[in-house]
Nanobody
Framework: QVQLVESGGGLVQPGGSLRLSCAASGSIESINVMGWYRQAPGKQRELVAAITAGGSTNYADSVKGRFTISRDNAKNTVYLQMNSLKPEDTAVYYC????????????WGQGTQVTVSS
C-alpha cells in the first residue's frame, strides 16, 4: 500500500502563487506515475499535471505555462508549483499515484483546498 499526504493549500489572491506538496510513504517502489488532480464544486475531477519516475511531464491545457510539477525521488515527494493563479483554479487538489502498467491511478491523497479570491 501507498499513503499520500498533501499540504500547501490555502487562500491566495488572483495572480498569486502556491506550492503544493505530496509526500508518499509505504510501498514506494510500486509507484511509477504521480499526478495532481483537482475538483471544483459541481465539476468532474480533472487531471492537472502528471510526472513519471523518469521525469516526463504532461499538463492540462488550462494550466500550461502557469503550473509546474516536479518530483524529488530521494524525499518521495511530488510538488505542484502554481503561479499566476486564477479564480477558476479554485478547487480541491488531490495527489495520486499509479503503479506500472495500470490504466488508472491506484492511490489517492485526502485532498487540499486551494481558493483563489480577492
Amino acid at each position: 500500500q501507498v499513503q499520500l499526504v498533501e499540504s500547501g493549500g490555502g487562500l491566495v489572491q488572483p495572480g498569486g502563487s502556491l506550492r503544493l506538496s505530496c509526500a508518499a510513504s509505504g510501498s514506494i517502489e510500486s509507484i511509477n506515475v504521480m499526478g495532481w488532480y483537482r475538483q471544483a464544486p459541481g465539476k468532474q475531477r480533472e487531471l492537472v499535471a502528471a510526472i513519471t519516475a523518469g521525469g516526463s511531464t504532461n499538463y492540462a491545457d488550462s494550466v500550461k505555462g502557469r503550473f509546474t510539477i516536479s518530483r524529488d525521488n530521494a524525499k518521495n515527494t511530488v510538488y505542484l508549483q502554481m503561479n499566476s493563479l486564477k479564480p477558476e483554479d479554485t478547487a480541491v487538489y488531490y495527489c495520486a499515484a499509479k503503479r506500472p502498467g495500470s490504466s488508472s491511478y491506484n492511490y489517492w491523497g485526502q485532498g487540499t483546498q486551494v481558493t483563489v479570491s480577492s
